[in-house]
């Protein structure tokens, strides 16, 4: 009698959706701790080239999605966008995914915003945007990349530690880093990822 009260009450529907909410409620945290990736305050360079700092993170969100974490690492903070494309010293930006990324949409995505970056110098710099865009990997949840630019040695292209390819010049530096960075009537980007990216 007493077993078959036990059955009764555990195919109860209301005890079912109960267990259930609960289930649901002690499985948030976790789900949320794995998604989160830290950002590190420092990046260090190969070679013992020094240590950069974080300028700032922002986050690209697509149909109110965070698609990946922008970081920005520099020798010295600063909120001057013009003055981080220009500059000739190390410093690197790395994108924390916290979504897939298809090939074909990061590719295009990516095409579009070297017409703007480039700006007077893609066709110059064609030959070198052919060589990123077909680096490019399928990105997964909390895939890390790094482009990571040495005065004299280029902008390595890394994914998840693998380095792709390297791409000598600076110009090149300066078309990549617009991208992000930018800041002109032609080409406003976004914004509210640019502003995480420069500490404002």
Known sequence: MFRKVLVKKSLDPKVLVMAMIFMIVVSIPSAQAADDVKIPEKLTLDGGKGELVLNGTGTRKKFGFKVYEGSLYLKSKTT????????????????TWKRQGPIDKTTDVFSDGFKYGAGANYNAQKANIDIFLKSLVKAEKQDIWKYVYIPGEGTSVIYNDKVATKIDGIDFKKALFSIWLLEDATFTGDAELRKGMLGK
């Not at 001057?80 to 994108?95: G, N």
Request: a negative charge.
């Open 80 to 95: 001057d966008s013009k003055k981080i494309i220009e500059t000739d010293e190390p410093m690197a930006i790395t994108m």
